[in-house]
């Protein structure tokens, strides 16, 4: 459940810490999903923020830390730790690695856990390793040791490789999840469309986010597998049968991942016709082509406002944020 998890917006007073890991062919696609969260790129693997997302809606975020003590050395933080009240409640503490540190500041194995003991021997409550009421993370950053609420990220996406019907040209789940957040970052009172849904794996990220997305492509053989890839995670959502150029309901942002295998060849002609019908129905569209398209987005009407390259070894899609 995200429930309130799904706000993006400034919490008074708390700080919040992700931590982040991608390889070098994700690099540029993980960067665009944390411009578009929260309008900066971390230069390490960790980033700082007043900004409250659910970690689990990034494939790339490992983990957050909600601070609520700081010091500049380990042993002020346990002072301050030592005014903790659970009422009861049982925890653990985590020390959180930070992968943005040098190799020579980083601490080994034994030292991590003594830190953890260490911590944890001055909160006042009853330590559970295996199945605590809550859970703390210890971790030095920018020069401070901070203590906080912990929330590890569960790979959600990585589930949605399992599902009855794939399809060969799809956007792997991994990459579809980060466009959906590039494309729809603040889900509260947006309403979404992916008008070329194919199998629907792109419409499967979305829902299982509580995003309002609605599916519609114009091949009506590959519809039921869509629907029945979307009951198999236990999600609901209209897929309709209609032709993009043929939608004339209004929505607030569209994700279009172009067709280009051999059997849903389309000439720059037709290209231009959707993405001046996509101009017409959505006010924002990212666009995923495996072809230059950028002229053809001027054309249309739109703006390019950020872009994003998504590779896999030799193969590389672009993801292109449009106004």
């Known amino acids: 459940m995200y429930d309130n998890e799904l706000d993006i917006t400034p919490q008074k007073g708390m700080t919040y ?4 890991a991608c390889s070098e062919d994700e690099r540029s696609l993980c960067a665009l999903e944390m411009r578009s969260f929260f309008g900066e790129v971390s230069q390490s693997n960790v980033l700082e923020t007043f900004l409250k997302i659910d970690p689990s809606r990034s494939p790339f975020i490992k983990e ?5 003590y700081e010091a500049e050395s380990l042993e002020n933080l346990v002072i301050k730790v030592e005014t903790l009240q659970l009422s009861g409640a049982t925890f653990k503490v985590t020390y959180v690695k930070n992968n943005g540190q040098a190799k020579s500041k980083k601490d080994g194995f034994e030292k991590r856990r003594g830190i953890e003991r260490e911590i944890g021997l001055h909160v006042n409550g009853k330590a559970n390793l295996r199945n605590p009421d809550q859970l703390f993370g210890v971790m030095h950053i920018n020069g401070r040791w901070i203590f906080g609420e912990y929330v590890k990220s569960e790979s959600v996406w990585f589930q949605h490789q399992k599902k009855p019907h794939g ?11 980060a466009v959906v957040n590039i494309a729809i970052p603040n889900p509260n009172g947006i309403k979404a469309i992916d008008p070329c849904c194919g199998i629907g794996t792109v419409l499967v990220e979305a829902r299982s986010m509580g995003i309002d997305m609605v599916g519609s492509d114009r091949n009506q053989l590959i519809l039921p597998g869509a629907r029945e890839n979307l009951v198999h995670f236990g999600l609901n959502g209209e897929i309709n049968l209609a032709d993009l150029r043929d939608i004339t309901n209004h929505y607030d942002v569209a994700i279009i991942d172009l067709p280009y295998n051999l059997c849903s060849v389309i000439t720059p002609e037709e290209k231009l016709e959707m993405l001046q019908s996509a101009r017409r129905f959505a006010n924002k569209v990212v666009v995923v082509t495996v072809e230059p398209i950028d002229e053809i987005l001027i054309k249309a009407g739109f703006s390019i406002i950020d872009r994003a390259v998504a590779k896999k070894g030799l193969f590389i899609r672009e993801v292109i944020v449009c106004n």
Do not use: E, K
């Open 17 to 20: 810490i992700y931590t982040y």
């Open 64 to 68: 957050r830390i909600t601070v609520l």
């Open 167 to 177: 399809y060969s040209t799809a956007l792997n789940t991994r990459v579809a999840r």
